[in-house]
């Protein structure tokens, strides 16, 4: 095995050699979420591409990984969150009149505006709903309509933060003139509220934020899990800690690389960088952006004062009315941001570790600020300390040319993500498909390559199996050829076999090079191809242990990065494992579903009356009882026997009773007579669209071969035979209403008829004279009729002469 390279933050540039601290074995800190609402997918992104990589490096490379996450429980939007929620529900029980409620309403309109769109407030006139739209379309017309704030380039995070605004402003104006602000408007009413009465809230009740906290954990975890990301080793919580936190920043303060000012304690940069340490090691460039830095210390902590530098970071952070407390030897107050992953990850790792991760937006400050404390609380006489040895920061999922977030609102949660966009799987592709420290877009292209990949490996899997099913015994299995099929055998390989033995180093290269999945996929489609030439280039003599031994050592490739939930390490089984294999159920129970069907598909043909056919009634009954006496109990109890577990090769006994049973049925079916073939083919098409279909088996009828096995997930059977029902019932629908237009048509058809040519035009008021033809001479006020316009009358008299003239030869009479 090639040594492992990694991309690693703390290096800029290409992949380093990654050298574990303890040869085997991988300590691991991963920042885990802010819990205060809902993931999503930006945060799918960030934990779906470290659940690769820490797949990739236990279930590949067999590294022992520890791997340590954070829940950060108090922060400055929790607190935000929650207290602004309490506000509301007190707000909610005030004795409001109709018109007080909606006065609280336009007062939280006007501060909204004047907090987050000024230029709203620049006209004579105050603001109100009735002159906001115009104010809007006038201020911020360009952005909305997709230009920039400065005029040029594309939209990004100002511009989506801009519309979020916009957005919330639109809904509160519609709440306000429904008279329903409570409902409606509760993103301008929620800092309204805070800002007047946020000082009054107890929050000696913790409740008040671990309520919420609790609660967004549980969803957060649940979506982990919906997204087959693997639980951490060890998880750690921010109000669990407070007290090692409290001792840490102590210590720091105690080494002269932190100071107490008015009952807040700051990392002191200068003092740091004068030990001989470098600070903002992560990302030099951004140590001085104001933006960064003060996102860094969190909304609630503009008003600390008595910051030596204009960098310098909270440790611990004064608290305020309104805010949770902790006692401290500073006085009542709570963690700031950054220390709280330092003194978690080093109460569970120790002083040193091998890998730290997160999104790229946690470089500067977060991470940048969790090195300095870090390292200024483990340096020892000004020598510098190396608490982390790769950083591995995850790529932005963005949307529009904007980073997907909470704080922007531009997000879709995971939770609606997968009940209507994605599955588990074909999220992950998305992400496996692009490297895991780059940007990913959201766009059509990139659904689209994705949905082909899965449906490649999909059918290869689905055909490698029929053929298996198809020769019965599985050759290859049982006498342990695909065992031998390895990169270590001595003799030279070829064709099919050569192409895995490259597919496999392919695979082995990309990932050692710092986990490049993209190639991997790629890697796994070409192999497929190839393995896809051979089977339609060789019919009659495939080489069906190496198509085995491909299918399977792409199962183990797909179990290890995570794309199949219902599998387990180590991934030693052939395509999507079942989720009854993965419940691991006892043979018996796995195969009843099989063996339901098989009995039904007998009772059903022993049912047919075939009183009217007796050569095939005698025919289809010597095959019964033919196949009767070779029963598939014997081949499943020694299918048991052998140690076989996956409910779908227990199966292949039984279905293949099933399949010779309806080939037999669909032989015989034509040299019956009209009404016992009708029964006879519908029996079989019961077999095929709903017994089987119920199991997710298809039968791939072939001519004058026996039908292939095919394994497809029921839930994809079941929605291609609803489809073609509702096309069959859509044509059925069609054709009675076409049937309906051409009777309504032709009795048109036949009432106009039935009128006389010589009355046709005697109803008509424009004229008083006519001839005996009934051709009209005069006008109604007296004048002649005009030529012109007696031409075109006398062609629709022509018209329906003819027509009249049918009508009598069909129904006879004059009229």
């Not at 115009?134 to 801009?162: F, N, P, W």
């Not at 669990?240 to 008015?262: D, L, R, S, T, W």
């Not at 997930?713 to 096309?727: M, S, T, V």
Request: charged share 30%; proline share 4%; aromatic share 8%.
């Amino acid at each position: 095995m090639d040594s492992i390279k990694v991309h690693n933050s703390l290096k800029p540039g290409g992949p380093v050699p990654f050298v574990p601290i303890t040869k085997g074995k991988v300590s691991w800190y991963a920042c885990g979420p802010t819990v205060y609402d809902q993931s999503h997918l930006g945060h799918a992104r960030n934990y779906v591409s470290t659940d690769i990589i820490r797949r990739i490096l236990t279930y590949y490379f067999g590294f022992d990984v520890k791997f340590v996450m954070n829940f950060t429980d108090v922060d400055d939007k929790i607190i935000i969150k929650a207290r602004r929620q309490r506000l509301l529900d007190l707000e909610k029980q005030k004795s409001y009149t109709e018109e007080e409620i909606l006065e609280l309403g336009k007062a939280a309109f006007r501060a909204y505006a004047k907090s987050n769109l000024p230029q709203l407030l620049e006209g004579e006139e105050e603001l109100d709903v009735n002159n906001y739209k115009d104010r809007k379309d006038a201020a911020y017309g360009s952005v909305l309509k997709g230009g920039s704030l400065t005029g040029d380039g594309k939209q990004g995070d100002a511009e989506a933060k801009l519309k979020m605004h916009i957005n919330n402003m639109n809904s509160a104006v519609d709440a306000i003139n429904e008279n329903q602000v409570f409902e409606g408007a509760d993103e301008i009413l929620l800092p309204y509220l805070d800002s007047l009465y946020k000082e009054t809230i107890d929050t000696s009740d913790q409740s008040i934020f671990t309520k919420l906290t609790r609660l967004m954990e549980g969803e957060f975890t649940a979506d982990m899990d919906a997204l087959n990301v693997l639980r951490p080793d060890v998880v750690t919580r921010v109000t669990e800690y407070v007290p090692q936190i409290a001792k840490f920043v102590e210590k720091v303060v105690e080494k002269g690389f932190a100071y107490e000012a008015e009952g807040s304690v700051y990392f002191d940069i200068a003092a740091f960088e004068k030990a001989g340490n470098t600070y903002a090691r992560l990302r030099p460039e951004s140590r001085n952006d104001k933006a960064l830095q003060e996102e860094g210390e969190g909304s609630l902590s503009k008003s600390l004062g008595g910051k030596r530098g204009a960098g310098d970071f909270a440790l611990w952070k004064k608290s305020k009315p309104g805010e949770p407390y902790w006692e401290s030897k500073w006085g009542d107050g709570r963690p700031g941001w950054h220390i709280e992953c330092s003194v978690m990850a080093s109460d569970v790792l120790g002083s040193r570790m091998d890998l730290h991760s997160g999104g790229i937006d946690l470089a500067f400050p977060h991470h940048d600020n969790e090195l300095a404390q870090s390292e200024a609380y483990f340096c020892e006489h000004g020598h510098e300390h190396t608490w982390v040895n790769y950083f591995l920061h995850m790529g932005h999922l963005s949307i529009s040319g904007s980073k997907m977030s909470k704080s922007l609102k531009n997000f879709q949660t995971i939770k609606d993500a997968l009940a209507s966009t994605y599955t588990a799987r074909s999220m992950r592709i998305v992400f496996l498909l692009g490297r895991w420290n780059d940007g990913v877009e959201i766009s059509l292209d990139m659904r689209t390559q994705a949905e082909t990949w899965e449906a490649t490996v999909n059918n290869f899997f689905t055909n490698t199996k029929s053929l298996l099913a198809e020769v019965a015994g599985t050759t290859a299995v049982a006498n342990g050829n695909v065992k031998a099929l390895s990169i270590s055998d001595d003799k030279p390989q070829e064709g099919l076999r050569a192409d895995l033995e490259q597919a496999k180093k392919d695979v082995e290269t990309a990932l050692t090079n710092s986990f490049d999945t993209p190639q991997v996929m790629r890697a796994i489609a070409e192999v497929i191809r190839k393995a896809n030439v051979h089977i339609n280039t060789h019919k009659s003599d495939t080489d069906l242990p190496a198509v085995e031994a491909t299918a399977r050592w792409i199962t183990k490739i797909v179990g290890i990065l995570g794309l199949d939930s219902n599998a387990s390490p180590p991934y030693d089984g052939l395509g999507w494992a079942s989720a009854a294999a993965a419940a691991n159920l006892d043979p018996t129970t796995a195969v009843k579903p099989y063996k339901d069907v098989f009995q039904a598909v007998i009772s059903g043909v022993q049912a047919l009356d075939l009183t009217a056919s007796d050569t095939i009634a005698v025919s289809l009954s010597q095959y019964l009882s033919q196949l009767l006496s070779q029963s598939p109990g014997p081949e499943f109890d020694s299918l048991v026997a052998a140690g076989i577990r996956d409910p779908e090769q227990l199966g292949l006994p039984y279905l293949r009773a099933v399949s010779k049973l309806r080939d037999e049925l669909r032989r015989l079916a034509p040299t019956a007579s009209p009404e016992t073939k009708k029964s006879i083919l519908s029996l079989s098409d019961r077999i095929r669209d709903f017994d089987l279909t119920n199991l997710g088996v298809y039968l791939d009828d072939r001519p004058d071969q026996p039908s292939l096995i095919k394994f497809v997930p029921a839930a994809e059977l079941i929605a291609a035979r609803e489809e073609k029902a509702a096309k069959d019932a859509e044509k059925v629908r069609a054709k009675e209403e076409a049937r309906r237009a051409r009777e309504k048509a032709e009795e048109e058809k036949w009432a106009k008829a039935k009128l006389a040519p010589e009355d046709m035009f005697k109803s008509d008021e424009r004229y008083s004279e006519w001839d005996v033809e009934g051709m009209p001479t005069k006008m109604k006020d007296g004048s002649e009729v005009p030529k012109s316009q007696l031409k075109k009358l006398k062609k629709d008299w022509d018209r329906q002469k003819k027509a009249h003239g049918e009508y009598q030869a069909k129904f006879g009479g004059s009229t």
